[in-house]
């Protein structure tokens, strides 16, 4: 079972944590962020500047990475097919299986660790938000881009709209390119497999995930390499704010107990307030039921047994003197 641990310390807080709280709470913060998504659409032609302006600062910085893994994926099947594939499942599927993993076998860093993924995820809905921004296989085709999605879409169940089921494209927002998320959840992955991975299998899949997720995002045209490093970046800021949000949900949860414990009191205490309030005097039913035995002896229900009154200790002199004085006064009547 999930182990307790003390407030503050990104453990559980001294609470048990169950899976039917755990689940519906990460189900409800995956929906907000997918139906923030799509609410962030944005403007098309603002996306579109967007994208063409990062890719000036990438050719300004010699960073233009998209172009030739894109190319190699288009030209060679062999290797676009598994990457789109990669693209389209294992952002999914990978990520929650890290949470059970983490849930049932380091459940003490479980409430860190899901804290700093929920913080990261919301921080990059507000990219999404401030920044719409078109991705490489949306731009025309001067930009030499090609959608490998779309090229390869007949060996999966994808279509022509980034990885969504086919016909299912409007469900999702195709200019939420920055940051790329798909590389901050697999770098939460990497972190969480060699932080807590005794094997290594695990070392080496924690380094090699976040680094194929990165080739992959840029080969298929999803992402450029800035939304990558955005990605990263959201996953830092994400990281410094673990702390204080435990700490305030910790305050929020001490909050809402207070009132609920004062609203609950116990049956018997309910129960005895009742009956003094009606006949003036204390009822039976708020005083304790239970009994004393003892020495074959037991009390009725609320007796009190009366403790001997202790003699205040004597100085030893005084006492030596006064048994002197016995001892005397004695042996005078013995005369």
């Known amino acids: ?12 807080g001294g609470l048990r944590l ?21 609410l962030a659409r944005g403007d098309v032609s603002t996306a579109v500047d967007h994208g063409v302006g990062i890719l000036r600062v990438e050719k300004f910085l010699r960073l233009n990475a998209e172009s030739p893994l894109n190319r190699l994926f288009t030209e060679h099947a062999w290797i676009g097919v598994p990457a789109d594939f990669w693209y389209a499942s294992l952002h999914y599927v990978v990520t929650p ?17 899901r804290a ?23 731009l025309s085709a001067g930009h030499g881009f090609v959608d490998t999605m779309a090229q390869y879409s007949d060996y999966g169940w ?33 972190v969480m497999l060699w932080r807590h991975g005794r094997s290594p299998l695990a070392k080496v899949a924690a380094v090699g995930y976040p680094l194929i997720t990165t080739i992959v995002v840029m080969g298929t045209a999803n992402h450029y390499f800035l ?4 990605g990263a970046v959201v996953m830092g800021v994400g990281l410094l704010l673990v702390q204080p949000v435990l700490r305030l949900a910790d305050r929020v949860k001490a909050r809402v107990r207070l009132p609920l414990a004062v609203a609950r009191p116990s049956a018997g205490v309910v129960a005895g307030s009742n009956a003094a309030s009606v006949t003036g005097s204390p009822s039976a039913s708020s005083v304790p039921e239970s009994s004393i035995v ?12 009366p403790r001997p009154r202790e003699r205040p200790a004597e100085p030893r002199a005084e006492s030596s003197a ?4 016995a001892g005397d006064s004695a042996a005078t009547a013995s005369r």
Do not use: K
């Open 1 to 12: 079972m999930p182990q307790r641990d003390t407030p503050g310390t990104g453990g559980t």
């Open 294 to 305: 003892s020495a074959e002896c037991q009390t009725s229900t609320g007796e009190r047994i």
């Open 18 to 38: 169950r899976w039917w709280t755990e689940l519906p709470l990460i189900l409800v913060v995956y929906a907000l962020y997918s139906a923030g998504r799509l």
């Open 158 to 190: 994808w279509g022509g709209e980034a990885s969504a089921p086919r016909g299912l494209g409007g469900m999702t927002n195709q200019y939420a390119a920055m940051p790329s998320l798909h590389v901050g959840w697999a770098l939460w992955c990497g």
């Open 116 to 138: 700093w993924l929920m913080s990261s995820t919301l921080i990059g809905l507000v990219g999404f938000t401030l920044l719409p921004t078109c991705p490489p296989r949306l």
């Open 322 to 325: 006064r048994s002197a004085d």
């Open 97 to 113: 299986l890290i949470l059970v993993w983490v849930f049932r076998s380091h459940a003490v860093q479980f409430r860190a660790a």
């Open 227 to 230: 939304d990558a490093v955005a």
